[in-house]
């Protein structure tokens, strides 16, 4: 963990510095990627107090336990989520290239940020509040050896497993198949213009 923290977090601080200050231009492209830096940072700030159980101090806030453990859940599911907004933004560029309609729709990528953020946290924040009514708040020996609250409910497995997985892969696998097919019946592609194998590939 402390090797993850310490490169982790120069990493991240460096990328965050770059998109909000070398980077001009707004695009939805740039926008998704700081959106999926942030949720690697916010994870990353969190390693301390793993780094601190794991060295055999005890004495963690149940309530701290859960609220990393739902970063850290908010983190995963978050990340795939942004990483098919990033594919299906690309699909709808290359799909799209002229229409006005399409690049103005393109823009609102910040609320669809703001949407991923609320399906990373929202299926899990209403049962750990109701969860943490009945239990309490001491310290716990065994911080990050048992399941957080919210993560056993059958609700919240199968609305993030939908969510978090099943949605963002449909979503990767059918905008790399219109890629694909949108690269071959290009007119550069099929003038040789550029090497379309190689596209295809990349």
Not at 181 to 197: D, E, G, P
Request: proline fraction near 5%.
């Amino acid at each position: 963990y402390s090797f993850i923290f310490i490169v982790g977090l120069t990493l991240n601080v460096i990328a965050l510095v770059f998109f909000f200050c070398q980077i001009k231009s707004r695009s939805p492209t740039v926008v998704y990627m700081t959106n999926l830096t942030m949720a690697d940072f916010l994870l990353i700030l969190t390693l301390p107090v793993r780094i601190y159980y794991h060295l055999g101090f005890k004495g963690i806030p149940l309530v701290l336990c859960d609220c990393l453990g739902l970063i850290l859940k908010a983190n995963m599911y978050g990340s795939i989520l942004f990483l098919a907004c990033i594919c299906f933004d690309r699909c709808v560029a290359v799909s799209f290239p002229m229409s006005t309609r399409i690049q103005r729709a393109r823009q609102k990528s910040w609320l669809i940020c703001l949407g991923v953020w609320i399906l990373s946290f929202g299926p899990s924040v209403p049962i750990y509040i109701l969860k943490r009514e009945n239990v309490s708040l001491n310290v716990t020996k065994h911080c990050f050896d048992n399941p957080p609250v919210y993560a056993t409910q059958p609700t919240v497995v199968f609305s993030t497993l939908f969510l978090g997985f099943g949605l963002p892969l449909a979503i990767m696998l059918v905008c790399s198949w219109i890629l694909v097919h949108t690269v071959q019946k290009s007119t550069v592609a099929q003038t040789n213009l550029l090497n379309s194998r190689k596209i295809r590939r990349m």
